[in-house]
Nanobody
Framework: VRLVESGGASVQAGESLTLSCAVS????????IGWFRQAPGNQRDFVAQ???????VYADSVKGRFTVSRTLGFRTVFLQMSGLKAEDTAVYYC?????????WGQGTQVTVSS
């Protein structure tokens, strides 16, 4: 299984950005696909996920600002981020779970300047 993130960039606070996660296998073959982020010196934290029934779950810190979605045909999961804050600065990782197996992408850097 390969997950490839893209879309990371340096932006100003208040701006929007959309990350993409291209998945090598059918999205519905996974229990869920989510986004995590890790800032320097911090642990990797949950951001959002979407499951095989299209149910969405968000961390409190991003509710109302971030939206996770997927396109089954293109095998891609998106993270639309708006109202970005300096504290959103991190490497963002895509993670897929299938039963007990976890797969990670290589990450994409998001830097928000205030």
């Amino acid at each position: 299984v390969r997950l490839v993130e893209s879309g990371g960039a340096s932006v100003q606070a208040g701006e929007s950005l959309t990350l993409s996660c291209a998945v090598s296998e059918l999205l519905n073959s996974f229990n869920n696909i989510g986004w995590f982020r890790q800032a320097p010196g911090n642990q990797r934290d949950f951001v959002a996920q979407i499951d095989s029934s299209s149910r969405e779950v968000y961390a409190d810190s991003v509710k109302g600002r971030f939206t996770v979605s997927r396109t089954l045909g293109f095998r891609t999961v998106f993270l639309q981020m708006s109202g970005l804050k300096a504290e959103d600065t991190a490497v963002y990782y895509c993670r897929a779970r299938r039963g007990p197996d976890i797969y990670w992408g290589q990450g994409t850097q998001v830097t928000v300047s205030s």
